[in-house]
């Protein structure tokens, strides 16, 4: 019944390719998330979007970008994967924009670039 | 900007003892706050939240009160279990717009038999 899927689960990818990681929701939420989570840093927010076609940056979006065409899906795109980009990367939506509205999590991608 | 600092891990407790997961917050504005928990190889699930000063969140035999004057949220629980094994979460959203969570880097407990 997971209203939340992430896809792919796993990837190792090479250095200087482009990886796209896609983020499914069948609940028709407004707000979806991209964090990555890494030791020591918690989770951090890459890019969030607040509608078809409206998105912004987080904290660590340097090296990263989005799309979303469709309200169920949340594309994160690493143009040309770098190790720093190794990573365990989480979506997350949230049926409010306001404070106090909790977020629903995905699963997770590990992404490992060699 | 928003910060969030939990105590370091690993905490590992005996079934039956007394849990306190320290949480403190640094913000600009009055914060919702929140505990997530992971479970191995599992996304983060929200635990409890509390949204104003005073408030106790709970769930499942855990709480956690919003302390304004102490900036704290620490997470506490009176009895645990071997299966609250996990890493938990603190984390703050100021809104302003895509109600973005702040988290903090996690801690993770052990409980034994």
């Known amino acids: 019944d997971a209203g939340i899927t992430q896809s792919p689960r796993h990837k190792v990818t090479e250095t200087g390719t482009p990886v796209t990681l896609r983020c499914h929701q069948t609940?028709?939420?407004?707000?979806m998330y991209w964090y990555r989570q890494d030791p020591g840093h918690g989770l951090r927010l890459i890019h969030y979007?607040?509608?078809?076609?409206?998105?912004d940056k987080g904290e660590v979006s340097d090296g990263y970008s989005v799309s979303r065409s469709k309200t169920e899906d949340f594309l994160l795109t690493l143009e040309s994967a770098t190790s720093s980009q190794t990573s365990v990367y989480f979506c997350?939506?949230?049926?409010?924009?306001?404070?106090?509205?909790?977020?629903?999590f995905g699963s997770g991608t590990r992404l490992t670039v060699v | 900007g928003d910060s969030v600092t939990q105590m370091e891990g690993p905490v590992t407790l005996s079934e039956e003892a007394f849990l306190t997961i320290n949480c403190t917050y640094t913000?600009?504005?009055?914060?919702?706050l929140f505990w997530y928990v992971q479970y191995p190889g599992e996304g983060l699930q929200l635990l409890l939240k509390a949204t104003k000063a005073d408030d106790k969140g709970s769930n499942k035999g855990f709480e956690a009160t919003y302390r304004k004057e102490t900036t704290s949220f620490h997470l506490e629980k009176g009895s645990v279990q071997v299966s609250d094994s996990a890493v938990y979460f603190c984390?703050?959203?100021?809104?302003?717009?895509?109600?973005?969570?702040?988290f903090g880097t996690g801690t993770q407990l052990k409980v034994e038999l």
């Open positions: 997350a939506i949230s049926d409010g924009g306001q404070v106090g509205y909790g977020y629903t």
């Open positions: 913000a600009t504005g009055y914060p919702s």
């Open positions: 984390a703050l959203s100021e809104g302003g717009g895509g109600n973005k969570l702040t």
């Open positions: 609940e028709n939420h407004r707000y």
């Open positions: 979007s607040y509608g078809v076609k409206d998105t």
